[in-house]
């Protein structure tokens, strides 16, 4: 059989992932990778890497396999941290745990375990892989997990066919409940353990504080658009892949923020302005001048749009075979952020960019996410939203 590196994280999804590929009869060998020492943006400890180290190693020591830590904390600040606060200083809202995949798991700890004899990875992630043969060359599949309710895939979104050839999902076909009772049958330490939250490898995160780091505090205007104003009429709604043009002069100012780069499209929480009749949330951010611009209620128009656009330099598709040519389109299911219900969507190839058009427009749309496409149940490509 295969030898198999897990990244153990101390949660009980690796750990089950684990303990499956041991019962297959593959020769398993565990890593923790270390990626954050900074516990001061750290709220109520959660995710300390230390504790969960300590219940990787118990792991390893029920299922009788080696352990390693693995130290990649300058590397993960170079291409994670360093990525988020270029992206939150000009206005965009990254997705650390995308980045996380493409960077951290399916690279340097890939190469790590393949330096070590590896024949494949394992993560705890709830996806399936399937591989099929055409035209004489191998095609590998990320398809969604079976518990609906938890499929990853979406995290994968910026993996590639090699990085995909080489790893393992071993929870893929189980349901969260199934590998939880798997874990407390063979007396895992991590059975009852609840899942981590927030950054990938830090946990959940005073976000404001851990920006200040690199991105200091500054004095703005909130200024709020009245759900009625042009900007919002029918012919504005049909022009899909434009941003609404927000200017100071459209609305009043309702209070103060310390800075844009601190807010995302469809925020609430975090904005301290009250006496509305309706709940503020974020329909605008301007880094340059520094202003915020919200609106009243869930269903102000302003946080919805048609479509979206991706640059060309920012699009990856998994199924390269699958790859649109300019002028070319296709039909497929997209999804804008995790837990998202797919949504039908038609992709255009331009000259220069990508763009998505929804039948039914979509709520917080944010630049610096991703959205990834779909076919049936199989992730074939995302991009960066511009």
Wanted: glycine share 8%; with cysteine.
């Amino acid at each position: 059989m295969a030898t198999v590196v897990v990244g153990l994280s101390g949660g009980v999804d690796s750990s089950v992932a684990a303990h499956v590929l041991k019962e297959q009869g593959h020769h398993v060998i565990g890593l923790f990778m270390r990626n954050w020492n900074d516990e001061s943006v750290i709220i109520d400890n959660e995710c300390p890497w230390i504790e969960d180290s300590n219940d990787a190693l118990q792991v390893a020591e029920i299922l009788g396999i080696p352990f390693q830590v693995l130290d990649f904390s300058k590397e993960y600040k170079e291409r994670i941290v360093d990525y988020m606060f270029k992206e939150y200083s000009n206005g965009r809202t990254p997705n650390p745990d995308v980045l996380c995949n493409r960077e951290v798991k399916f690279d340097l700890f890939l190469k790590k375990a393949l330096e070590l004899g590896a024949d494949y990875v394992a993560t705890g992630h709830y996806c399936r892989k399937e591989t099929q043969t055409e035209n004489g060359k191998e095609i590998h599949r990320l398809l969604a997990g079976k518990d609906g309710t938890k499929d990853q895939s979406y995290f994968l979104c910026q993996i590639n066919q090699k990085q995909l050839s080489k790893a393992l999902f071993p929870i893929g076909e189980l349901k969260k409940t199934e590998v939880r009772a798997i874990a407390k049958k063979i007396g895992l330490n991590t059975a009852e353990k609840k899942d981590s939250q927030g950054l990938c490898f830090i946990g959940k995160v005073k976000l404001p504080v851990f920006l200040q780091q690199q991105l200091k505090p500054r004095s703005g205007k909130v200024i709020e658009i009245d759900r009625n104003h042009n900007t919002f009429n029918s012919q504005n709604q049909k022009n899909s892949h434009q941003e609404y043009a927000l200017a100071p002069q459209m609305g009043k100012v309702v209070g103060e923020h310390q800075g844009a780069h601190y807010y995302t499209i469809g925020q609430r929480k975090g904005l301290n302005i009250g006496g509305t009749p309706l709940p503020l949330f974020v329909i605008g951010t301007d880094t340059t001048e520094n202003i915020i611009y919200v609106g009243q209620g869930e269903d102000h128009p302003g946080l919805f749009r048609n479509g979206l656009t991706v640059k060309n330099d920012d699009i990856h598709w998994l199924r390269t075979d699958l790859e649109l040519e300019a002028g070319e389109d296709n039909d497929y299911l997209c999804r804008i952020r995790y837990r998202q219900s797919l949504t039908e969507a038609k992709l255009i190839q331009k000259n220069n960019e990508l763009l998505i058009s929804f039948p039914n427009a979509q709520r917080g749309i944010t630049s610096g996410q991703f959205v990834a496409w779909y076919k049936n149940d199989e992730l074939i490509g995302s991009g960066v939203i511009n």
